[in-house]
C-alpha cells in the first residue's frame, strides 16, 4: 500500500489578539483527532506590535524548541524564509495593508473575515496575489466545518425540495456601554459595528444554501438594509439585510447585532418539504436538524433528524488544511470559499453599508 506524503506546512502569524491565539491553538492540535492525515501545521514565526508580546504568545501557545523565530513587528514575519503562508488576525481595517505587504513579499495568505473593508480592497489584494502567484483566502472558517459540509451536500440532494428563505441571525452583547470606544467593535477607524464583524455569519448559511444552490446559476442576489447605530460612536449596532435570488425565487432574511445575546437556533433554512435548523453557535455548530414534512409545504413535520459532529478544538483548523492542500497542489484559492464568494460578500456590505448611510471615516478604506 502506498503511504501517503506528510506535508508539514508553517504559518507565520500577525497579531497576537483573541482570534490569532484561538487559530494556532487550534492549528497545532493533532490533526488525526480530526482524520487529517496528510498535514501537519507548525508555527515558525509570530509576528506582534510588540516583541514582549509576541514571546509571551510563543511562551503559551507553542511548544517551543526555540525554533519559532519572535519579531516585533510584522515585516519580518513577511520576509522569513522558513514560513509559507501568513494568518493575518489584526482588526478589519488592517487587512488589506497586512495582506498586501504578505502578499508583495511572496507568502501565501490566509486573512481574518471580513478579508477587507469594502470590495475594491478585496479586489486589488486578488489582482496583486494572482502576480505574485501566491494563494489568498478569507478566514471564512465555518464554511469548511462538518456541519456545512454535510447541509450543502443534504441541500444538493434535494430531499427537501427548492430552499424558499433563510433566517439567519448573530448577536453578541459586547457590552458597549461599558467597554472603551477605542474597542475594535466600537471604534470606526477599527471597522467598529455588527455588519462587517458579525454579518458574514449570517450571510455564509445563505450563501450555502442559496447561492451556492446548483440552481442558481451562481447568479447574485439583490439586496434590501436598514440600519440602527450607535450613538457612542456612531457605528451600526444592529444591521438587517435581505437577499433575493431571482433565480431561485427565494429570500435570505439576515441580521446582525452588537448588544443583544445569539440566538438559541441561529440559522433556519426553509424548503418546501422541511427546514434545517442550525443551532448556536452559528459560526461553529456541532449539530444540526432535519427536519421533513408530510407533503410539501404543509409544515407538518412528519419526521425530525439530529445529526451530531465532534469536533476536537475550536474549529478554526479546518480552514488551515484547506490553505495547506491547495498550496501544496500549487492553487491560488480555494473552490469552497474561493475569491467570487469573498468579492460577493463585499459587494453586499458595501450595499448594505450604502443603504444604511453610513461611511467608514475619511482614509480609512485604502482603495475605493
Ligand atoms: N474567525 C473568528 O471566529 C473571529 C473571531 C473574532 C475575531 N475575528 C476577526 O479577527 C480580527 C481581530 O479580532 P480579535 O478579536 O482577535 O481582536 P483583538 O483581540 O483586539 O486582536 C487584534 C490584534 O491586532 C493587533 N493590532 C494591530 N494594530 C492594531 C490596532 N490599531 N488596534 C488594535 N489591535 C491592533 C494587535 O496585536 P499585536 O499587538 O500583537 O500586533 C491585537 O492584539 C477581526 O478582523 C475580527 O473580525 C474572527
Known amino acids: 500500500m502506498a503511504t501517503q506524503k506528510l506535508l508539514i506546512f508553517r504559518w507565520g502569524i500577525i497579531s497576537t489578539g483573541a482570534i490569532s491565539t484561538a487559530f494556532v491553538k487550534d492549528i497545532l492540535l493533532d490533526p488525526k483527532t480530526r482524520g487529517v492525515e496528510d498535514i501537519v501545521h507548525k508555527v515558525t514565526a509570530v509576528g506582534s506590535r510588540s516583541i514582549d508580546s509576541a514571546s509571551s504568545f510563543v511562551d503559551k501557545l507553542i511548544n517551543a524548541d526555540g525554533s519559532v523565530k519572535i519579531y516585533g513587528n510584522y515585516a519580518e514575519v513577511y520576509n522569513d524564509p522558513n514560513v509559507d503562508a501568513v494568518y493575518i488576525g489584526t482588526p478589519h481595517t488592517l487587512h488589506y495593508l497586512n495582506a498586501s505587504d504578505a502578499i508583495k513579499s511572496g507568502k501565501h495568505v490566509l486573512v481574518e473575515k471580513p478579508a477587507t473593508t469594502n470590495t475594491q480592497e478585496f479586489r486589488s489584494l486578488v489582482t496583486l496575489a494572482k502576480q505574485h502567484g501566491v494563494f489568498l483566502m478569507e478566514a471564512m472558517w465555518t464554511r469548511f466545518q462538518p456541519v456545512a459540509r454535510a447541509v450543502k451536500q443534504n441541500i444538493d440532494l434535494g430531499v427537501l425540495g427548492a430552499p424558499v428563505m433563510v433566517h439567519a441571525d448573530l448577536s453578541g452583547d459586547f457590552d458597549i456601554e461599558n467597554i472603551p470606544l477605542t474597542h475594535r467593535i466600537l471604534d470606526p477607524n477599527l471597522g467598529g459595528g455588527a455588519i462587517l464583524d458579525l454579518g458574514p455569519y449570517p450571510l455564509v448559511w445563505a450563501i450555502i444554501t442559496l447561492y451556492e444552490h446548483p440552481e442558481n446559476n451562481r447568479s447574485k442576489p439583490t439586496v434590501s438594509a436598514s440600519m440602527v447605530k450607535t450613538p457612542l460612536t456612531g457605528v451600526d449596532r444592529s444591521t438587517c439585510f435581505t437577499l433575493n435570488f431571482s433565480e431561485l425565487a427565494a429570500q435570505a432574511q439576515l ?6 445575546p445569539p440566538c438559541s437556533i441561529s440559522a433556519t433554512l426553509r424548503f418546501r418539504n422541511g427546514n434545517i435548523l442550525i443551532p448556536a453557535p452559528i459560526y461553529c455548530p456541532r449539530w444540526y436538524i432535519v427536519q421533513h414534512f408530510d407533503k410539501p409545504g404543509s409544515g407538518k413535520v412528519q419526521r425530525e433528524e439530529t445529526i451530531h459532529f465532534e469536533i476536537f478544538g475550536g474549529g478554526w483548523h479546518f480552514q488551515a488544511d484547506e490553505v495547506a492542500r491547495c498550496v501544496c497542489e500549487g492553487r491560488l484559492e480555494s473552490s469552497v470559499w474561493g475569491h467570487e464568494k469573498t468579492l ?24 475605493i
Open 344 to 367: 460577493l460578500e463585499m459587494e453586499i456590505f458595501d450595499e448594505v453599508h450604502r443603504q444604511g448611510e453610513y461611511r467608514l471615516p475619511e482614509g480609512v478604506e485604502q482603495v
Open 255 to 260: 441580521s446582525c447585532n452588537i448588544n443583544i
